[in-house]
């Protein structure tokens, strides 16, 4: 399967290219950066830190999507948002690991899946997604007696809070209970708050130092404390993820997908 990578020259662009010159039943055909990037023009493997590829990084998207059966993208919103028309354009496979998107943002590139196929998640960890089906049943199975907080770390360069593994578990967590996450999320808590709400999801935020990722799960109840948590080691983990999204989507239907769908894990 011939994958692109967009975002080429930042830290999981090159953990992406590395992951498909080491992957099975992938080649990398193709790496695009921002116009005006340092990158523009070198070789992607050595962008990537690892030997030459003969492929240079380019800034111009149109010949790489029309030339990939994939493209891989943790790149930014409103990027992703234009990557996913020449997606449709394409007719190709857009594995989307990008965070911070909107409701809007998703909602603007829904009618790509008509002739994409998107894979989209706020984390591509295979463990993460897991996690997050373990979080559900859990909520499920647990009353409102058991209060649930999503905590989650972070290096001191991430721009979005919470993060989007931490508004992933907090979605299952809602699903798990039934409700909508939007009217029970509590993101800040500051001076005095008031006893909390039943039935809330807590998130809280930490950043410092080169933490790849850490996110827990609390369920709180009387007189004893569930703790679901995964710890990323390797940055390699999210774009192994990435990879398999891909070759698991070559041949699905167009449309909007997720890791769960990718794992087997949804409903």
Request: proline share 4%; aromatic share 2%; hydrophobic share 50%.
């Amino acid at each position: 399967m011939r994958l692109a990578v967009v975002g080429a020259a930042g830290r999981m662009g090159g953990a992406l290219i590395r992951a498909v010159t080491e992957m099975d039943g992938v080649e990398l055909c193709g790496a695009v950066e921002r116009a005006g990037a340092e990158a523009i023009g070198a070789d992607a493997g050595v962008v990537a830190g690892i030997p030459p590829l003969d492929i240079p990084v380019t800034d111009d998207p149109l010949p790489v999507f029309a030339a990939a059966d994939g493209v891989l993208d943790f790149t930014a919103p409103s990027a992703t948002r234009g990557f996913a028309e020449l997606a449709a354009q394409a007719r190709c496979v857009h594995v989307i690991g990008t965070t911070g998107m909107t409701e809007e943002d998703v909602e603007a590139i829904r009618p790509a899946a008509r002739h994409a196929r998107l894979v989209k998640s706020g984390n591509m960890s295979l463990g993460v997604n897991l996690l997050a089906a373990l979080v559900r049943r859990a909520a499920a199975a647990l009353d409102e007696d058991f209060d649930i907080e999503v905590l989650e770390m972070h290096h001191r360069h991430k721009v979005d809070a919470p993060s989007g593994t931490a508004l992933l578990l907090g979605d299952a967590a809602a699903a798990g209970r039934g409700i909508d996450l939007a009217g029970h999320s509590v993101r800040v808590r500051d001076g005095i708050t008031g006893a909390r709400e039943r039935g809330d999801i807590g998130f809280a935020t930490l950043r410092g130092g080169s933490v790849i990722g850490d996110h827990s799960v609390i369920l709180a109840g009387p007189l004893e404390t569930l703790t679901l948590s995964h710890h990323a080691q390797d940055r390699s983990i999210f774009a192994r993820g990435a990879v398999k999204a891909a070759l698991w989507a070559r041949d699905r239907k167009p449309g909007l997908y997720s890791m769960a769908d990718v794992l087997g894990l949804a409903d």
